[in-house]
């Protein structure tokens, strides 16, 4: 079963509250909500996967943990399960906003133009679309290569309408979209901000750190790495230090042979 053996089973009965509090005795939906979005935000999409899972087996009810369990299916790269999870969430939450735009960003990920464009903009309609509407729009303009002004503007919606405590996490996520389609100034200015606000998050530095390489700051680029480093040890951030601390020629022979 592997990571799917984690997700909420939709068309299984609720365990009872007794059963519940019996397999995690020092936990409850609030409590694994937190620890699912503390996984989450540091790009621990399976630990994450798992909380919010748990989160729904106290309260089946909380659409914010369908959202994040798709949201980790989305990182993981399973976008026909995302999809699916997608289409199970909204028979519980008809129209909820948050979940067409994961059903969107799910399709753009499958390159499906259409459906793409028409989940999210669905989800645009439904009254006061939260920030993470207008992030998932501009992923998915960035994912379909739409003009990148159009991209730009929904990013920076999203990120002046979520308040100061969380607005980290917006600019985390548009500067990880930024970084994909290649936009690496720009993306460096969002991470940044997101830094300001958790200088010690190892998923901000990493990013951080694949910004500055692909703008030629490879000693800047090494210090965020190896600081993302001293949170947890994890293989992309290794490799990534490995190839921005190799030697020029080392470089230029990788390049060469299509490794770089």
Known sequence: MGRFS???????????????AEAWPNEDENSSLRRAHEAFD??????????????????????????????CLIHLGEF????TW???????????????????????????TIQAMEYVDGALEQRSPSPWVWLARGQILL????????????????????????????????????????????????LERARHAQPRNELVNYLLGLACEKLG?????????QQALAARRFPQALSALARVKSPFWQRWWNALRGKE
């Open 42 to 71: 540091c790009g621990l999409y399976e630990p994450a996967l798992d909380y919010y899972s748990r989160a729904l087996r106290f309260n089946r009810e909380l659409a914010l943990a369908w959202c994040g369990q798709i949201r």
């Open 143 to 190: 994912l379909l290569k739409e003009p990148v002004a159009n991209a730009r503007r929904c990013l920076a919606k999203a990120a002046e309408m979520e308040d100061g405590t969380n607005r980290w996490r917006v600019e985390l996520r548009a500067g990880e979209a930024l970084l994909r389609a290649g936009h690496f100034l720009e993306a460096r200015k969002y």
């Open 80 to 83: 026909p399960e995302a999809v």
């Open 86 to 112: 997608c289409d199970r969430a909204l028979e519980r939450f008809p129209g909820n906003a948050d979940l067409l735009a994961c059903k969107g960003l799910a399709y753009a990920e499958l390159e499906d």
């Open 217 to 225: 700051q490879r000693q800047l680029a090494a210090n965020y790495l």
């Open 6 to 20: 984690k997700l909420d089973l939709g068309a299984k009965p609720p365990l009872a509250k007794e059963s519940v």
